[in-house]
């Protein structure tokens, strides 16, 4: 069992930047590839980025690439979202989710196993 805490959302302007942390305890954090998602109000959960076990191979939503960096400290226990050049449309609830099994780093929901309980985001023009 893995358990995630998200911190660091909030309100911000657009072209600011936020800084999303990521908790993990519970197992081994450095066994899992870890992703961050988030939703929209009346939108499905979308994939936003994911980082490798190790840390050296990430990935990105083609929407936030460029603008958002996926990182992870494994001594720290923790999975970090730098995001700038914050638009309206990246306001949602971000979620950081834990993936146990996967070989490559997953864009898909369904290949992680734990959830976080969810921050909220939310950027004003």
């Known amino acids: 069992q893995v358990q995630l805490v998200e911190s660091g959302g909030g309100r911000v302007q657009a072209g600011d930047s936020l800084s999303l942390s990521c908790a993990a305890s519970?197992?081994?954090?450095?066994?899992?590839?870890m992703g961050w998602f988030r939703q929209a109000p009346g939108k499905e959960r979308e994939f936003v980025a994911a980082?490798?076990?190790?840390?050296?191979?990430?990935k990105y939503a083609e929407s936030v690439k460029g603008r958002f960096t996926i990182s992870r400290d494994n001594a720290k226990n923790t999975v970090y979202l730098q995001m700038n050049s914050l638009k309206p449309e990246d306001t949602a609830v971000y979620y950081c989710?834990?993936?146990?099994?996967?070989?490559?780093?997953?864009?898909?929901?369904?290949?992680?196993?734990?959830w976080g309980q969810g921050t909220q985001v939310t950027v004003s023009s």
């Open positions: 989710a834990a993936d146990s099994l996967s070989r490559t780093i997953e864009s898909l929901a369904f290949n992680y196993d734990y």
């Open positions: 519970g197992r081994t954090f450095s066994n899992y590839a």
């Open positions: 980082v490798s076990t190790s840390g050296r191979s990430t």
